[in-house]
């Protein structure tokens, strides 16, 4: 069975609610985007969670951080998967 947090990934399903989604711009070019939730949270503190989320230790390997407010949305993909 496929893990909810993969068929995230994989864009068959997306949450539905007004969460946050932060992304970490590294300074090595890497990205990484953490969806944080509640919606009812600060931006501050949706950071401050999307940082521990991926393990920040020490700021300076971040280049930058965005962080915006998810639309209401829910969407299922057109086709199916079949997982062996």
Known sequence: ????????????????????????????????????SPGSVTEEEAVTRAKRH???IDESVLARVESERVEKSTQVAAFGIVQK
């Open 1 to 36: 069975m496929m893990k909810p947090n993969r068929l995230i990934e994989e864009g068959v399903i997306v949450p539905n609610s007004k969460d946050w989604r932060v992304r970490l711009f590294f300074s090595d070019g890497t990205t990484r985007t953490v969806r944080v």
């Open 54 to 56: 991926a393990g920040i």
